[in-house]
């Protein structure tokens, strides 16, 4: 990727860090943490007494502590795997405010152009963006299944499949505000879209950043998105 869009994309992660103490986008991290904490722990439970159930029906109950060791487990790597897909469709959620926040701060003349988003459209986008991850995290388990001994291998590969998807859904948020549609070209090119992706993908291996990770995602997506925008407009007023 050339060096001034490699500049843009760390520019614009920068401004998302930097706005983080902005109240509005402060309201909207907390709600999101939240319930992502809440549909996570849902989820823990759930899929644990799930398995138990499922071990008794097999005939693999009597265990006791192993058999609840076991469930654990299953349940903590599952919700390891499945964080991604979780907290982008909580994101969605929200993603209208935050690109709202990031759009009246710094591109007041695109967020007057904004049209918004529905919650009706927001949830359709998360599930749309949920299944995507689902769906390629899945096929990439049995790759992970392979490289498991080498330790690396597992979150390098969650990390390249993730920031392929990520570099869209972030970009996306704000794209479909400013009325793009999933018919349009993307406005924005795919290496950025990766090395965005890349770097979100990054820090949601991390605990705790990976709380955040999301929203710092979206506030650099709209800043990708908005300032490509500029430099193509610049480019055909000069070449104008």
Request: net charge positive; no cysteine; hydrophobic share 60%.
């Amino acid at each position: 990727m050339p060096a001034h869009l490699m500049r843009l994309v760390l520019g614009a992660l920068v401004k998302a860090v930097g706005q983080l103490a902005d109240p509005a986008v402060l309201r909207v991290l907390a709600k999101s943490v939240l319930v992502t904490l809440l549909a996570f722990a849902v989820f823990g439970v759930a899929l644990y007494f799930g398995l138990v159930w499922a071990f008794a029906a097999l005939g693999w109950s009597g265990g006791g502590f192993a058999e609840a060791t076991m469930a654990a487990l299953v349940a903590i790597l599952a919700g390891w795997v499945l964080f991604r897909v979780v907290a982008l469709f909580v994101l969605q959620l929200f993603a209208d405010e935050i690109v709202t926040a990031v759009e009246q701060r710094y591109y007041p003349k695109a967020a007057l152009n904004a049209s918004g988003q529905s919650l009706r459209r927001e949830i359709a986008n998360g599930a749309r963006a949920a299944g995507r991850t689902l769906i390629a995290n899945a096929v990439a388990l049995p790759l992970v299944a392979v490289l498991w001994f080498t330790g690396i291998g597992p979150p390098l590969v969650f990390l390249l499949v993730n920031a392929f998807l990520l570099g869209r859904e972030l970009t996306e948020m704000a794209w479909f505000r400013q009325g793009g549609s999933l018919s349009d070209p993307h406005p924005v090119p795919s290496a950025m879209r990766f090395a965005l992706g890349a770097a979100i993908a990054g820090l949601m291996l991390v605990p705790g950043i990976n709380l955040i990770a999301p929203v710092i995602g979206a506030a650099a997506g709209t800043h990708v998105l908005h300032r490509r925008a500029e430099q193509v407009a610049k480019r055909e007023q000069a070449d104008g």
